[in-house]
Protein backbone atom coordinates (compact mmCIF):
# COMPACT_ATOMS: atom_id res chain seq x y z
CA UNK A 1 0.00 0.00 0.00
CA UNK A 2 2.87 2.46 0.96
CA UNK A 3 4.47 2.18 -2.57
CA UNK A 4 0.90 2.22 -4.39
CA UNK A 5 0.23 5.95 -2.47
CA UNK A 6 3.43 7.37 -3.64
CA UNK A 7 2.68 5.93 -6.90
CA UNK A 8 -0.74 7.74 -6.85
CA UNK A 9 0.95 10.91 -5.70
CA UNK A 10 3.29 10.71 -8.47
CA UNK A 11 0.42 9.75 -10.82
CA UNK A 12 -1.83 12.59 -10.08
CA UNK A 13 0.94 15.10 -10.66
CA UNK A 14 1.98 14.13 -7.96
CA UNK A 15 7.27 18.49 4.93
CA UNK A 16 9.68 21.84 6.65
CA UNK A 17 9.70 19.47 9.73
CA UNK A 18 6.60 19.60 11.86
CA UNK A 19 7.06 20.95 15.67
CA UNK A 20 6.34 18.29 18.24
CA UNK A 21 2.95 19.75 19.13
CA UNK A 22 2.00 16.74 21.53
CA UNK A 23 -2.12 16.71 21.48
CA UNK A 24 -3.26 14.82 24.72
CA UNK A 25 -0.26 12.48 25.14
CA UNK A 26 -3.01 10.57 28.13
CA UNK A 27 -5.17 9.51 25.01
CA UNK A 28 -6.24 6.71 26.77
CA UNK A 29 -7.34 3.87 23.82
CA UNK A 30 -9.90 1.60 25.81
CA UNK A 31 -12.25 0.13 23.69
CA UNK A 32 -11.57 -1.96 20.33
CA UNK A 33 -12.83 0.95 18.53
CA UNK A 34 -10.32 3.20 19.88
CA UNK A 35 -7.59 1.11 18.98
CA UNK A 36 -8.18 0.12 15.19
CA UNK A 37 -9.00 3.87 14.68
CA UNK A 38 -5.54 5.07 15.97
CA UNK A 39 -4.32 2.00 14.00
CA UNK A 40 -5.72 2.45 10.93
CA UNK A 41 -4.81 6.44 10.95
CA UNK A 42 -1.20 5.15 11.45
CA UNK A 43 -1.39 2.87 8.96
CA UNK A 44 -2.35 5.21 6.50
CA UNK A 45 0.16 8.04 7.35
CA UNK A 46 3.02 5.39 7.29
CA UNK A 47 2.21 5.72 3.41
CA UNK A 48 3.61 8.57 3.18
CA UNK A 49 6.20 8.33 5.92
CA UNK A 50 7.83 5.55 4.95
CA UNK A 51 6.87 5.74 1.23
CA UNK A 52 10.94 6.33 1.20
CA UNK A 53 10.31 9.80 -0.78
CA UNK A 54 13.67 11.80 -0.63
CA UNK A 55 11.59 15.06 -0.09
CA UNK A 56 9.59 13.99 2.93
CA UNK A 57 11.92 16.07 5.13
CA UNK A 58 10.95 18.92 2.69
CA UNK A 59 7.10 18.85 3.51
CA UNK A 60 5.33 20.59 5.69
CA UNK A 61 4.47 17.88 7.87
CA UNK A 62 1.72 20.27 10.02
CA UNK A 63 -0.25 21.03 6.22
CA UNK A 64 -0.19 17.63 5.35
CA UNK A 65 -1.88 16.62 9.44
CA UNK A 66 -4.72 19.43 8.38
CA UNK A 67 -4.91 18.24 4.44
CA UNK A 68 -5.40 14.55 5.66
CA UNK A 69 -8.39 15.80 8.22
CA UNK A 70 -9.81 17.88 5.58
CA UNK A 71 -9.91 14.33 3.05
CA UNK A 72 -10.94 12.55 5.88
CA UNK A 73 -14.33 14.93 5.99
CA UNK A 74 -14.91 15.71 2.33
CA UNK A 75 -14.54 13.28 -0.08
CA UNK A 76 -13.61 16.05 -2.86
CA UNK A 77 -11.01 17.67 -1.32
CA UNK A 78 -8.39 16.70 -3.40
CA UNK A 79 -9.54 18.76 -6.77
CA UNK A 80 -8.10 20.07 -9.35
CA UNK A 81 -6.45 23.08 -7.93
CA UNK A 82 -4.79 20.21 -5.61
CA UNK A 83 -3.63 18.29 -8.94
CA UNK A 84 -1.95 21.68 -10.58
CA UNK A 85 -0.25 22.16 -6.77
CA UNK A 86 0.76 18.94 -7.38
CA UNK A 87 1.99 20.24 -10.84
CA UNK A 88 3.59 23.13 -9.51
CA UNK A 89 5.51 21.14 -6.71
CA UNK A 90 7.25 18.88 -8.79
CA UNK A 91 7.51 19.92 -12.68
CA UNK A 92 6.28 18.41 -15.51
CA UNK A 93 9.05 15.90 -15.05
CA UNK A 94 7.69 14.81 -11.76
CA UNK A 95 11.14 14.34 -10.40
CA UNK A 96 11.62 18.12 -8.87
CA UNK A 97 10.78 20.22 -6.17
CA UNK A 98 9.64 23.64 -6.11
CA UNK A 99 10.15 24.53 -2.39
CA UNK A 100 7.62 27.40 -3.19
CA UNK A 101 5.07 25.51 -3.53
CA UNK A 102 5.86 22.97 -0.28
CA UNK A 103 2.72 24.07 1.75
CA UNK A 104 0.06 23.86 -0.51
CA UNK A 105 1.22 20.71 -1.69
CA UNK A 106 1.98 19.06 1.46
CA UNK A 107 -2.11 20.07 2.32
CA UNK A 108 -2.95 18.71 -1.25
CA UNK A 109 -0.85 15.50 -0.14
CA UNK A 110 -2.84 15.27 3.05
CA UNK A 111 -6.60 15.88 0.84
CA UNK A 112 -5.69 13.18 -1.13
CA UNK A 113 -4.46 10.48 1.92
CA UNK A 114 -7.36 11.75 4.16
CA UNK A 115 -10.02 11.11 0.40
CA UNK A 116 -8.31 7.74 0.06
CA UNK A 117 -8.87 6.67 3.61
CA UNK A 118 -12.36 8.20 3.37
CA UNK A 119 -13.55 6.30 -0.04
CA UNK A 120 -11.89 3.04 0.54
CA UNK A 121 -13.08 2.55 4.23
CA UNK A 122 -16.50 4.16 3.28
CA UNK A 123 -16.58 1.32 0.07
CA UNK A 124 -15.81 -1.58 2.89
CA UNK A 125 -19.18 -0.42 4.66
CA UNK A 126 -16.03 0.73 7.74
CA UNK A 127 -15.97 4.13 7.62
CA UNK A 128 -19.29 4.41 10.10
CA UNK A 129 -17.21 1.43 12.68
CA UNK A 130 -14.37 4.01 13.22
CA UNK A 131 -13.37 6.77 15.73
CA UNK A 132 -12.27 9.90 12.93
CA UNK A 133 -11.03 12.17 15.53
CA UNK A 134 -8.87 9.07 16.94
CA UNK A 135 -7.98 7.92 13.02
CA UNK A 136 -6.76 11.52 13.04
CA UNK A 137 -4.39 10.99 15.86
CA UNK A 138 -2.94 8.27 14.75
CA UNK A 139 -2.26 9.63 11.43
CA UNK A 140 -0.38 12.98 12.33
CA UNK A 141 1.64 10.54 14.91
CA UNK A 142 2.88 8.35 12.28
CA UNK A 143 3.17 11.08 10.02
CA UNK A 144 5.34 13.05 12.92
CA UNK A 145 6.88 9.31 13.28
CA UNK A 146 6.01 8.99 17.06
CA UNK A 147 2.88 6.72 16.81
CA UNK A 148 3.61 4.48 20.20
CA UNK A 149 0.44 4.44 21.47
CA UNK A 150 0.40 0.84 20.08
CA UNK A 151 3.24 -1.23 19.39
CA UNK A 152 3.91 -1.91 15.79
CA UNK A 153 3.24 -5.93 15.77
CA UNK A 154 -0.02 -4.71 17.76
CA UNK A 155 -1.42 -2.60 15.10
CA UNK A 156 -0.83 -4.55 12.84
CA UNK A 157 -2.73 -7.62 14.38
CA UNK A 158 -5.43 -5.00 15.50
CA UNK A 159 -5.72 -3.73 11.50
CA UNK A 160 -5.48 -7.72 10.13
CA UNK A 161 -8.40 -9.10 12.57
CA UNK A 162 -10.42 -5.92 11.77
CA UNK A 163 -10.30 -6.28 8.08
CA UNK A 164 -10.87 -10.36 8.43
CA UNK A 165 -14.28 -9.21 10.11
CA UNK A 166 -14.87 -7.00 7.60
CA UNK A 167 -14.73 -9.29 4.40
CA UNK A 168 -17.08 -11.49 7.01
CA UNK A 169 -19.54 -9.02 7.07
CA UNK A 170 -19.36 -7.92 3.18
CA UNK A 171 -19.01 -11.30 1.90
CA UNK A 172 -22.52 -12.12 4.22
CA UNK A 173 -24.43 -9.40 3.46
CA UNK A 174 -23.29 -9.53 -0.97
CA UNK A 175 -24.23 -13.42 -0.63
CA UNK A 176 -27.83 -12.16 0.87
CA UNK A 177 -28.57 -9.65 -1.50
CA UNK A 178 -27.97 -12.15 -4.17
CA UNK A 179 -30.09 -14.31 -3.09
CA UNK A 180 -33.33 -11.69 -3.12
CA UNK A 181 -32.74 -11.31 -7.01
CA UNK A 182 -35.21 -12.67 -9.40
CA UNK A 183 -34.68 -16.11 -10.59
CA UNK A 184 -31.66 -16.90 -9.06
CA UNK A 185 -30.36 -20.39 -8.81
CA UNK A 186 -28.92 -21.63 -4.85
CA UNK A 187 -27.04 -24.82 -4.96
CA UNK A 188 -26.31 -26.72 -1.63
CA UNK A 189 -23.78 -25.05 -0.30
CA UNK A 190 -25.33 -21.38 -0.61
CA UNK A 191 -23.61 -20.26 -4.18
CA UNK A 192 -25.80 -17.98 -5.91
CA UNK A 193 -26.48 -18.32 -9.83
CA UNK A 194 -27.79 -15.33 -11.33
CA UNK A 195 -28.59 -15.31 -14.91
CA UNK A 196 -27.40 -12.41 -17.14
CA UNK A 197 -28.60 -14.15 -20.69
CA UNK A 198 -29.58 -17.50 -20.55
CA UNK A 199 -27.75 -20.11 -22.58
CA UNK A 200 -28.95 -22.88 -25.13
CA UNK A 201 -26.37 -25.62 -24.83
CA UNK A 202 -26.26 -28.42 -22.23
CA UNK A 203 -24.95 -27.46 -18.38
CA UNK A 204 -21.15 -28.89 -17.29
CA UNK A 205 -21.35 -31.63 -14.90
CA UNK A 206 -19.08 -32.82 -12.20
CA UNK A 207 -14.87 -33.07 -13.01
CA UNK A 208 -16.11 -31.97 -16.67
CA UNK A 209 -13.69 -30.08 -18.89
CA UNK A 210 -14.45 -26.17 -19.11
CA UNK A 211 -13.85 -23.06 -21.34
CA UNK A 212 -14.89 -20.09 -20.21
CA UNK A 213 -14.34 -16.17 -19.95
CA UNK A 214 -14.69 -14.56 -16.10
CA UNK A 215 -14.02 -11.48 -14.37
CA UNK A 216 -12.93 -12.30 -10.64
CA UNK A 217 -14.19 -9.47 -8.28
CA UNK A 218 -14.98 -8.71 -4.19
CA UNK A 219 -17.48 -8.96 -1.88
CA UNK A 220 -17.44 -5.16 -2.65
CA UNK A 221 -16.98 -5.04 -6.45
CA UNK A 222 -12.90 -4.85 -6.45
CA UNK A 223 -12.02 -6.80 -9.81
CA UNK A 224 -8.99 -8.91 -9.00
CA UNK A 225 -8.62 -10.98 -11.93
CA UNK A 226 -9.99 -10.93 -15.34
CA UNK A 227 -9.74 -13.67 -17.77
CA UNK A 228 -10.13 -10.96 -20.43
CA UNK A 229 -7.07 -8.77 -19.34
CA UNK A 230 -4.90 -11.98 -20.02
CA UNK A 231 -5.90 -12.67 -23.47
CA UNK A 232 -6.53 -9.28 -24.73
CA UNK A 233 -3.60 -6.85 -23.09
CA UNK A 234 -1.11 -10.08 -21.69
CA UNK A 235 -1.70 -12.11 -24.80
CA UNK A 236 -1.90 -14.90 -23.25
CA UNK A 237 -4.50 -18.10 -24.33
CA UNK A 238 -8.14 -18.47 -22.64
CA UNK A 239 -7.41 -22.18 -21.59
CA UNK A 240 -9.54 -24.56 -20.83
CA UNK A 241 -9.79 -26.27 -16.91
CA UNK A 242 -11.60 -29.12 -15.16
CA UNK A 243 -13.89 -28.61 -12.73
CA UNK A 244 -11.83 -31.54 -10.35
CA UNK A 245 -9.42 -28.30 -9.87
CA UNK A 246 -11.23 -25.72 -9.26
CA UNK A 247 -12.91 -23.85 -6.06
CA UNK A 248 -16.10 -25.89 -4.97
CA UNK A 249 -17.89 -22.79 -5.16
CA UNK A 250 -17.32 -23.30 -9.06
CA UNK A 251 -17.98 -26.66 -9.00
CA UNK A 252 -21.98 -26.64 -7.63
CA UNK A 253 -22.28 -23.54 -9.84
CA UNK A 254 -21.17 -24.69 -13.14
CA UNK A 255 -24.06 -27.29 -13.56
CA UNK A 256 -26.30 -24.28 -12.69
CA UNK A 257 -25.21 -22.99 -16.31
CA UNK A 258 -25.26 -23.48 -19.96
CA UNK A 259 -23.12 -23.43 -22.52
CA UNK A 260 -23.67 -20.18 -24.67
CA UNK A 261 -24.96 -18.47 -21.68
CA UNK A 262 -23.85 -15.04 -19.28
CA UNK A 263 -23.41 -15.19 -15.54
CA UNK A 264 -22.96 -13.71 -12.00
CA UNK A 265 -21.61 -16.83 -9.42
CA UNK A 266 -22.02 -15.57 -6.06
CA UNK A 267 -19.55 -17.37 -3.60
CA UNK A 268 -19.23 -17.27 -0.11
CA UNK A 269 -15.50 -17.92 1.57
CA UNK A 270 -15.86 -21.20 2.77
CA UNK A 271 -16.75 -21.97 -1.11
CA UNK A 272 -13.63 -19.99 -2.61
CA UNK A 273 -10.08 -19.43 -0.92
CA UNK A 274 -11.44 -20.16 2.43
CA UNK A 275 -9.74 -18.79 5.77
CA UNK A 276 -6.41 -19.15 4.08
CA UNK A 277 -6.78 -16.65 0.99
CA UNK A 278 -4.68 -16.99 -2.00
CA UNK A 279 -0.84 -16.19 -1.14
CA UNK A 280 1.58 -15.31 -3.72
CA UNK A 281 5.27 -15.73 -2.49
CA UNK A 282 6.18 -13.84 -5.40
CA UNK A 283 5.05 -10.47 -5.09
CA UNK A 284 4.55 -11.68 -1.00
CA UNK A 285 0.97 -10.70 -0.97
CA UNK A 286 -2.48 -12.17 -1.03
CA UNK A 287 -4.24 -12.05 -4.64
CA UNK A 288 -7.10 -13.00 -2.77
CA UNK A 289 -7.63 -12.40 1.20
CA UNK A 290 -8.43 -14.84 3.75
CA UNK A 291 -12.06 -14.76 4.41
CA UNK A 292 -12.87 -12.61 1.04
CA UNK A 293 -16.32 -14.08 -0.33
CA UNK A 294 -16.24 -13.87 -4.29
CA UNK A 295 -18.58 -12.67 -7.43
CA UNK A 296 -17.60 -14.23 -10.89
CA UNK A 297 -19.26 -12.90 -14.01
CA UNK A 298 -18.87 -15.82 -16.65
CA UNK A 299 -19.40 -16.13 -19.40
CA UNK A 300 -19.34 -20.12 -20.51
CA UNK A 301 -18.26 -20.93 -23.99
CA UNK A 302 -17.76 -24.41 -24.16
CA UNK A 303 -17.48 -27.85 -21.87
CA UNK A 304 -17.02 -31.68 -22.45
CA UNK A 305 -16.28 -34.87 -21.07
CA UNK A 306 -12.46 -35.39 -18.57
CA UNK A 307 -10.21 -35.43 -21.41
CA UNK A 308 -11.82 -33.69 -24.52
CA UNK A 309 -10.47 -30.05 -23.76
CA UNK A 310 -7.68 -30.53 -21.02
CA UNK A 311 -5.17 -32.18 -22.91
Excluded at 31 to 59: C, M, Q, T, V, W
Excluded at 90 to 103: E, L
Aim: positive net charge.
Amino acid sequence: MKRFFYFLVASTILVSCSNENSDSEDINLKSFKDKISYALGADHARAISESGDPNYNKYNLDKIIAGFADGLKNDKAFDETCKNNLMKLYGPTRKGFDAKYADQGSECIGKLSGMIFNTSWKKNNGLDKLDLKLVQIGFKHAIQKRDTLIKRDEQSMIIQNFMFDMYKINGLNMIEEAKTKKGVKISKNGVVVETIKEGTGTSPQAGDDVLAHYILMSATGDTLQSSFDMVEVYKQPLNPFSLKSVIPGWQEGMPLMKKGGTYKLYVPYQMGYGEQGMYNPQTRRYDIPPFQSLIFYVELINHGKSGTLVK
